[in-house]
């Protein structure tokens, strides 16, 4: 199982949205670094998430932050 988790989110559009989306993605456990560009991001797990549980968590944090996630293709 990869410890990669891409991301897709709408609604960035500048470099204080992408320093909001970082915040939101520090509250999530076991996410242990997260690149962030206007438009997706690409998560670091930790070894030992569940891909599925950090993805619920992560999307949702994101949309606390006022931002549309889903879950990329990978």
Do not use: K, W, Y
Request: glycine residues 6%; charged residues 20%.
């Amino acid at each position: 199982m990869s410890n990669a988790l891409p991301l897709e989110i709408t609604g960035m559009s500048c470099g204080h949205c992408v320093a909001s989306v970082e915040r939101a993605l520090r509250s999530v456990t076991e996410v242990e670094d997260a690149a962030v560009r206007v438009g997706s991001a690409a998560l670091t797990l930790a070894p030992t998430a569940d891909r599925a549980d950090v993805a619920i968590r992560a999307v949702a944090a994101i949309r606390d932050a006022g931002f549309q996630a889903t879950v990329a293709p990978s």
